[in-house]
């Protein structure tokens, strides 16, 4: 395996022809013309458990964040586009492997894509246990080749190659990242928020606390006022973003007020429906515990920078629950840089 671009284990997931879902790990290797992966790391001479050729024609989608047996995973699809049934999804348990495989695959359809300037034709197979390829099965491989083969996802669409992770919303969803972006672009980038909405409100443990500026035509409605805090956290992108992203135990690390949370509908990768419980702490006896039902939308930029939006929504499986005020949540944005 002396041409080996890039290896190692990944994560394998989708649903068997008799509906039992299933997630393993598989030991992927990367050649400059060759993806295949195995049960377990290849000694010597070995037999993949399914191999697909990578030529000009291939592409690397990106599928975003999936759940499956209670794990977060990031997937990536590598299909050719001429012949879409050809293609192997495999998952990370985090974003930079994820990003990783995305590149060094993206570099070797490059590199087959300049050959085919000088003249070479792209032939594409895929890998059937009993092909002559010039590899010898040990009897550790039998297992593999006469078990139940596994399923791939067949939620596959029409796909064109891009660079940024999660670069739109899905079709049957409104466009409301737009309304978003046109007003972060106008932002102040010390500040962090619209001056003329915004002003400095006090500095408190590295945080910068800014109250909303209101025009108000009665005094009752001028004694609430929104708030938001500005702060620098010492982590990467891939770090904070991960975070951002989990509704277990590990929310309480940054977010005081979350109570629990349950994932609704996964509308794709990048997409979800979120049901969140508050945790309020202030005047337990004058106000109502309340609840969110929310969409959150997820990309990640060109330059390593996320983008994480969450906007109120209605769904019809998370109707008013008993004992719980249902809050309504804006249109909000949260970024991280490098």
């Not at 037999?47 to 977060?72: A, F, S, Y």
């Not at 019809?316 to 719980?324: A, I, L, M, V, W």
Request: hydrophobic residues 30%.
């Amino acid at each position: 395996m002396s041409n080996v671009v890039y290896e190692g284990w990944m994560v394998r997931y989708g649903r068997r022809k008799i509906y039992r879902s299933y997630i393993h790990m598989r030991y992927f290797v990367l050649e400059p013309r060759l993806l295949a992966y195995y049960k377990k790391k290849p000694q010597d001479i070995q037999v993949p458990i399914k191999t697909m050729v990578i030529d000009g024609n291939c592409r690397v989608e990106d599928r975003g964040l999936k759940m499956q047996h209670g794990h977060m995973v990031y997937v990536l699809c590598v299909y050719n586009k001429k012949e879409k049934q050809h293609r192997v999804t495999m998952a990370a348990f985090n974003i930079q492997e994820a990003l990783v495989w995305k590149e060094k695959i993206e570099t070797a359809i490059d590199q087959q894509e300049s050959r085919n300037v000088n003249g070479n034709k792209y032939v594409s197979f895929e890998f059937k246990p009993g092909m002559d390829n010039g590899r010898t099965a040990s009897s550790s491989d039998h297992e593999s080749q006469f078990s139940a083969p596994e399923d791939e996802d067949d939620s596959h669409r029409d796909l064109q190659r891009r660079k940024t992770i999660g670069n739109g919303l899905p079709d049957s969803v409104p466009d409301w990242t737009k309304e978003v972006g046109s007003e972060m672009s106008h932002q102040n980038n010390n500040q962090g928020f619209p001056r003329k909405h915004w002003r400095l409100h006090q500095c408190q443990n590295g945080l910068r606390i800014f109250e909303e500026l209101l025009e108000v035509d009665y005094l009752p409605r001028s004694c609430g006022r929104a708030m938001r805090a500005v702060g620098v956290v010492e982590a990467t992108c891939e770090e904070v973003f991960q975070l951002v992203m989990r509704m277990d135990g590990t929310r309480f690390e940054w977010d005081s007020s979350f109570q629990d949370g349950r994932l609704v509908e996964e509308v794709d990768g990048h997409t979800a429906i979120l049901y969140h419980r508050l945790q309020l702490d202030w005047y337990p006896m004058l106000v109502w515990p309340r609840d969110l039902c929310y969409m959150r939308y997820w990309r990640r930029n060109d330059d390593g920078s996320y983008v994480v939006l969450f906007r109120s929504r209605e769904h019809e499986n998370c109707g008013p629950q008993p004992g719980y005020v249902r809050a309504l949540l804006r249109v909000e944005g949260s970024t991280s840089h490098r």
